[in-house]
């Protein structure tokens, strides 16, 4: 499982990078710019989520 969440976090940290190559600052919201902002903000929410997630695994670990 841990291995798991790294690999997550690790394809969603490239997409991130990659819709950030494809991101026109000028023009965000219009054409494939509106989807690579898309993708950058749904990598980051699914990043966050798995370390979100990689936390409370650990409190649980320790709590017991």
Known sequence: MKIFIY??????L???????TKLDLEKPFIGDSAVAAIGILAAACSVLL??????ALN???KKK
């Open 50 to 55: 798995m370390i979100t997630l990689k936390v």
């Open 14 to 20: 490239g997409l991130i990078v990659f819709n950030a």
């Open 59 to 61: 409190v649980r670990r």
């Open 7 to 12: 690999i997550l976090m690790v394809i969603g």
